[in-house]
C-alpha cells in the first residue's frame, strides 16, 4: 500500500511559488510528525521542514522564510507552501511521516515515504 502521495510539484521561474500536498493513508496521520525532504542532481537527501503532532515547526536554514510547512489533520494532509523560489531548490521533493517522536531534519527514523513530486525552478 502506498501510504503516502505528493502532489503539486511544477516548473516555475525564480521567485515564483509552488505549493506541495502530501495526502497519507492508513496511518493514524495525527500521531506521525511529518516532514518535506528534497534530493537535487548530484546532492544527498535533505531534510526540508518537519512538523510535529502539535505542530510545531522546523526549517533547514536554506529555507527559513521562504517556506512553510503545515498540516490538516481531518484531511491527514501535510502541505509545503515554497515562496520565492530559487534554481537551488530544483530537487526531488518527498513526504515522509515518523512515529518516533524525536524524529526531525535526518531521514533516518521516518518509517514511510512518498515517491516524490519535482520541482523545477528556471532562472
Known amino acids: 500500500a502506498q501510504h503516502l502521495v505528493e502532489s503539486g510539484g511544477g516548473s516555475v521561474q525564480t521567485g515564483g511559488s509552488l505549493k506541495l500536498s502530501c495526502k497519507a493513508s492508513?496511518?493514524?496521520?495525527?500521531?506521525?510528525?511529518m516532514a518535506w525532504f528534497r534530493q537535487g542532481p548530484g546532492h544527498e537527501r535533505e531534510g526540508v521542514a518537519m512538523?510535529?503532532?502539535?505542530?510545531?515547526?522546523t526549517y533547514a536554514d536554506s529555507v527559513k522564510g521562504r517556506f512553510t510547512i503545515s498540516r490538516d489533520n481531518a484531511k491527514s494532509t501535510v502541505y509545503l507552501q515554497m515562496n520565492s523560489l530559487k534554481p537551488e531548490d530544483t530537487a526531488m521533493y518527498s513526504c515522509a511521516a515518523a512515529a518516533w517522536r524525536g524524529a526531525s531534519l535526518s531521514p533516518v527514523p521516518y518509517n514511510y515515504w512518498g515517491q516524490g513530486t519535482q520541482v523545477t525552478v528556471s532562472s
Open positions: 512538523i510535529d503532532t502539535d505542530g510545531r515547526a
Open positions: 492508513e496511518l493514524t496521520f495525527s500521531t506521525y510528525r
